[in-house]
Nanobody, 122 residues
């Protein structure tokens, strides 16, 4: 069993930056692919970014490429999402997820956190 807990969400102005974090417990963290997804009100959960177990490969959604960066610290069981140049359309609940497959699909991730709210507004 893997437990994931996100933190770091909040209110930020358009053009601003924010970093959300996720801590994992109950597993050998480096053996899991980690990802961030988001869900806006009334919309389906969508892929944001993913990173392989040792951090060698990353993939981003087109909508965030060049603005967001995913990273991980296996010594601390942490994964991060640095978000820059935030826009109102980035407003959503951001979820951390763990799985065994390097994928952009929601269904490939087995473990999920409870989410952290990110609101971009002036």
């Amino acid at each position: 069993q893997v437990q994931l807990v996100e933190s770091g969400g909040g209110l930020v102005q358009p053009g601003g930056s924010l970093r959300v974090s996720c801590v994992a417990s109950g597993t050998i963290f480096s053996t899991y692919v980690m990802a961030w997804f988001r869900q806006a009100p009334g919309k389906a959960r969508e892929f944001v970014a993913t990173i392989t177990g040792l951090g060698g490969n990353r993939r981003y959604a087109d909508s965030v490429a060049g603005r967001f960066a995913i990273s991980r610290d296996n010594a601390k069981n942490m994964v991060y999402l640095q978000m820059n140049s935030l826009q109102p359309e980035d407003t959503a609940v951001y979820y951390c997820a763990a799985g065994r497959t390097f994928s952009t699909a929601v269904g490939q991730y087995v473990y999920w956190g409870q989410g952290t709210q990110v609101t971009v507004s002036s």
